[in-house]
């Protein structure tokens, strides 16, 4: 496999099509949830350390300009259509493998954000992806040369989406080698704080899930969020009294109108008012942390600003994600953070809730 790709640390195993956390035998992935994800070598040793439980590895696409192309029912007894490797060659693939069947084709390079496109070219199933799925990786390649700019990906996304061949692609509803991946997220994916835990939280948890997704995918189609917010209904409906699809559709879709900030938007304002050109204060600068740990710091700083003189909220996972390290390395820099006294911790969390933190006032903080 690429080293390109071996490096990002966005990977997930994979049992009968559905994505698995590398971390956690028994908990599913997702592809919108980077705290469900890993480096290579764990999803690797996760698989190889299964007993059976895991077929193998995959790895997610999150709109960082990895791209893969998904070719299925092209491979017939060993040998690929050349209808399918003239329209990879086409998009400009140099990297392309098997299948875990045996029987499809990925390939992989760099390419614009375009979603998702699914459809027919030259009699060929084929779909696009650059984020919010996962692609299995077999490590079998047919073309094994590297990740490069795909000069025709765009090109072939937009012929896809104006085919005639499209829509009926789209009718037949086939099954595809990796159908699991072309879900926007596993039957786990939404986000806890989406879905009603009880009666009568039904309308409050929809736009919950509106500011969700307006945040996260706000360039999805409607088909795209029709498919979502169908599996939020299927997972609400134990507690929910609306039984009927088309009531909990119509409400979805005036909170996504009236949602005026989307999640993730406060924190992304507050991480985009960061000055990393500034100097950390010399009692940080003494404690070594690190390239990873000062700018965690300085994350701990604008959160803090933020706050005021409350205690600001942020969680392992979180702090991993924001500053690209391991959500474990992550809790272990917050742990020191506490045991130098840099940080005071005011509330540990429990499960998916947050620890609260306040900076001490000695090293920068505004308390």
Known sequence: MPAAL????????HKAKVPYDPSALRRKASVVDPATWGTFDQAQTAYEESEGNRDGVGLVLAGDGIVGVDLDHVVHDGAPDP???????RIGCQFIELSPSGTGLHGWGYGPNIGGRRGKLDGINV?????????????RPLKDGPLV??????AVADALRGSDENSTYRREQRSTEDDSSHLPFSSVGLPHQTLPAIEGERNKKLFELARWLKGTRADATRDELRVMVQEWHRQALPVIGTKDFATTW??????WEKVRSPHGATLAAILSGIDCGAPLPDTIVALGYGEAGNRLYR??????????????FVSARQAGEMTGMHFTDASKVLSAFVADGVLEL???GVGRVASRYRLAQANGGQT
Do not use: K, N
């Open 83 to 89: 209808a399918a490797m003239a329209l990879l060659a």
């Open 6 to 13: 071996r490096r990002v640390p966005r990977w997930v195993c």
């Open 127 to 139: 779909e696009l992806y650059s984020q919010g799925r996962y692609l299995t990786m077999t490590g």
């Open 149 to 154: 700019e795909l000069s025709g990906f765009a």
């Open 346 to 348: 005011v509330v540990r």
């Open 299 to 312: 994350i701990c700083m604008a959160l803090q600003a933020h706050a005021g003189d409350q205690p600001f």
């Open 250 to 255: 119509i409400d979805f879709l005036r909170g």
